[in-house]
């Protein structure tokens, strides 16, 4: 990938990055550019450097080189950093304080005096949607009302790239919708922002542009839909779900058929063109071949299916 | 079932290496300290700094000197002491256990003992057990001493003796003085009225208490200023810290945070311990009010440098729970926290200035007991401010190093 061109519309520029773990390269030439009112989905799996990436752009890792520039100033920069919003995948507040006493000492913290303080609380509470329980215990919230506390405490200051690690996991669907809406009209509001995430369904849902980090690569690069496109033309995804581990001889059966196993087991993946006449005949030969199948679904690949696809693909070399 | 779970304990203690420290190391670290005083005290091995002043400068003297200077259960001030005013100042600002003054021939019956043992209340068992120290060096290496000071009273109740029986005698006492020279010779013990004690200080409140008060404030301060400071790990692990780390705030400002609250909350909790001091023991604070607060400030900052440095290098509140418990228990040991440290044998008491817990005793001792002015409690102030801000500057590159490597 070229050289990213920083453009007056550009929260983040990231240029030609390169970071070591001593000596070991845990990024490599990474290039990336989140524009106002845009949300970029970091994706990959663990251990593929998006933390590293996540605290070199906040100036906690030396990178060895390349350039990073945040709000066109160098991001080492007190005055860069400064527009920075960070929710971290834990929940950064003090747990024995209420979440109205949690937002005024982080926007104090953020250097706002005591009437802008108040002004950003409230600001902060009604973008996250906080009103009802603004005044609870924080260690008395659910886990998605924390989540919610947590991203507001990250917005008092107004910053124009909110970076969010992992900000839905371990809440249920509900609280992860509500979410995503909040962090919808956060960019709407225009918010850069960069969501490092293991949900394909979010970073589809939310955004614009997705970039998988593999091996310390940032690739590939691009909207979801166009990425998709790319990879998959027409092709669908046959989805078969057993009841139970399959045997080496249903293994065997599924893997003539054209099947892959996924990490779990319990899925097997299939992508091919198919027209509905040959759905059925796939269907048919699936049940009539007495395998504990619980689930078939065809339906067209999702971000989960190129993930999949690349982390395998990565596996093999 | 019950060997699946032994075996989980098992595992847990011996991957543990806090655990492991603390249950098995720490309780012999510990018997090996408080073995090491309680056999001094109630064996011969408490070594007690003596200084002392001869005045008589007689034969008798100077051989009692000789025998006091190679008696190896005391040990001889090395400071310049030569008359009996720095003797009395030095016991009483506590560079000596107790003081020894000959004032007089050892031999004349003046109306008073010719040994006087200066000691300080606060120090007040010095004064008797280096009594018995020089009575027994008496008997053993002059007997003739003891029992040519009874000549005189003889005469007095009996009649003057005769040239003859005078010269008898002390070619009597002579032959006495030589035995007591010949090494095999069993140890006798007597007792005289050579050997007075003057214990100094006795006032309102008690030299006890005001040695307590300051061992158990230290000891609190640096067991809260511990728990306090642990909460920077979870700052850390929750991702406080994080999010912190790109505000204008930094990570500094955490630490430095912690380190006034620290102090601050050390100075009430100090302040409670002192109240009780002088309600109830009338230990005199508010005649001291103004290096008290000083004393205390530095102490607490001590405590609050230490604890936070402590936090900051630890990577988990487990691990940090458990090198600080370790820590106080063994700075509280040594430092006189539990037993004064007069007591202690001198390579214990040595090891003792290295701990804040000693320099903290000594400072409120100096000002509740001993009266010192800022000047001379500068000394015992200036290793707690040390500790204060070399813990502090360690906590906060500490933590600049924890943020880079999380």
Redesign the interface.
């Known amino acids: 990938m070229g050289a990213t061109v920083h453009t007056p519309h550009a929260v983040l520029s990231v240029d030609e990055l390169s970071v070591n773990y001593f000596t070991r390269p845990v990024l490599k030439s990474i290039d990336l550019k989140i524009d106002r009112g845009e949300v970029f989905g970091l994706l990959g799996p663990n251990g593929a450097g998006k933390t590293t990436l996540i605290r070199t752009i ?4 030396q990178p060895v080189s390349g350039k990073i520039l945040i709000e066109g100033k160098e991001h080492a920069q ?1 005055q860069a ?2 527009h ?1 919003g ?1 929710v ?7 747990p024995h304080l209420t979440a109205r006493e949690n937002l005024m000492t ?1 926007a104090r ?3 706002l005096s005591q009437a802008q303080s108040l002004e950003a609380l409230d600001y902060a509470v009604e973008a996250c949607k906080l009103v009802q329980q603004v005044d609870d215990y924080v260690h008395s919230l659910s886990g998605g009302w924390k989540r919610r506390a947590n991203l507001a ?2 917005i008092l ?1 107004r910053p124009s790239l909110l970076i969010l690690d992992e900000p839905t996991i371990g809440v249920d669907i509900d609280a992860r919708n509500a979410l995503n809406e909040v962090i919808k009209d956060l960019s709407t509001n225009g918010l850069g922002v960069l969501l490092a995430t293991h949900d394909m369904d979010q970073a589809e849902t939310l955004c614009g542009s997705v970039g998988f980090l593999r091996g310390g690569v940032l690739a590939p690069v691009g909207n979801p839909a166009q990425l998709l496109q790319t990879f998959f033309g027409d092709r669908q995804e046959v989805l078969v779900r057993l009841r139970e581990p399959a045997s080496p001889r249903i293994c065997k059966i599924l893997s003539d058929l054209g099947f892959s196993r996924d990490s779990i087991g319990l899925e097997r993946r299939q992508l091919l063109r198919a027209t509905a006449e040959q759905q059925a005949r796939l269907t048919k030969t699936l049940e009539s071949s007495h395998l504990p199948i619980k689930e078939i679904r065809f339906r067209r690949p999702g971000l989960d299916t190129l993930f999949l696809m690349l982390k395998n693909e990565e596996n093999t070399t | 079932m019950i060997a699946a779970l032994l075996k989980v304990m098992t595992l847990g203690l011996v991957r543990d290496k806090g655990a492991l420290s603390m249950t098995f190391l720490l309780p012999p670290l510990i018997f090996v300290i408080f073995a090491a005083i309680f056999s001094g005290i109630s064996g011969d091995q408490m070594r007690l700094m003596i200084a002392l002043v001869d005045n008589a400068r007689t034969e008798d003297s100077i051989k009692l000197v000789a025998a006091i200077r190679e008696e190896p259960l005391l040990r001889m001030y090395s400071g310049h002491i030569d008359n009996e005013d720095s003797l009395r100042q030095a016991v009483s600002l506590g560079e000596v256990d107790v003081g020894l003054y000959i004032r007089g021939d050892l031999r004349l019956d003046a109306g008073t003992p010719p040994i006087v043992i200066i000691a300080d209340a606060g120090r007040a068992m010095a004064g008797p057990i280096l009594s018995g120290h020089v009575q027994r060096l008496i008997a053993n290496k002059m007997p003739g001493i003891i029992l040519g000071r009874l000549v005189p009273s003889i005469e007095t109740l009996a009649g003057g003796l005769t040239e003859a029986q005078r010269s008898r005698l002390e070619a009597g006492l002579d032959n006495l003085n030589q035995q007591s020279e010949d090494p095999g010779r069993e140890e006798g013990s007597v007792n005289g009225a050579l050997v007075s004690i003057e214990t100094h200080g006795v006032r309102g409140g008690s030299s006890a208490v005001s040695y307590y008060a300051g061992a158990i404030a230290i000891l609190f301060l640096l067991l809260s200023a511990m728990q306090g400071a642990a909460t920077l790990i979870d700052e850390r ?4 810290v ?8 930094g990570v500094d ?1 955490v630490v430095i945070a912690k380190f006034i609250f620290l102090t601050l909350q050390g100075i009430f909790q100090v302040t409670l311990i002192f109240l009780v001091a002088w309600i109830i023991y009338s230990v005199s604070l508010p005649g001291h009010f103004g290096l008290w607060v000083m004393a205390t400030l530095l102490a607490s900052a001590a405590a609050a440098g230490l604890g936070l440095a402590v936090a900051s290098a630890c990577l988990t509140k487990q691990q940090a729970n458990t090198i600080s418990g370790f820590l106080v228990l063994i700075l509280s040991a040594v430092g006189g926290s539990m037993v004064p440290r007069f007591m202690m044998p001198p390579w214990l008491q040595d090891i003792g200035w290295y701990t804040p817990n000693a320099w903290a005793i000594e400072a409120y001792q100096g000002l509740l007991w001993r009266d010192a002015d800022l000047q001379a409690l500068i000394p015992s102030m200036w290793p707690l401010a040390l500790v204060g801000v070399v813990g502090l500057a360690a906590a906060l590159v500490l933590s600049r190093y924890r ?2 490597l ?1």
């Not at chain 2, 692990?237 to 406080?240: D, E, L, V």
């Open positions: 906040c100036a906690r890792i007190r950093l400064r920075i960070l971290p995948q834990e929940i950064a507040l003090y982080f913290l953020a250097g405490a990250a200051h | 692990t929750s991702g406080i994080d999010r912190l780390a790109v505000g204008p705030a400002v943020l880079k999380a």
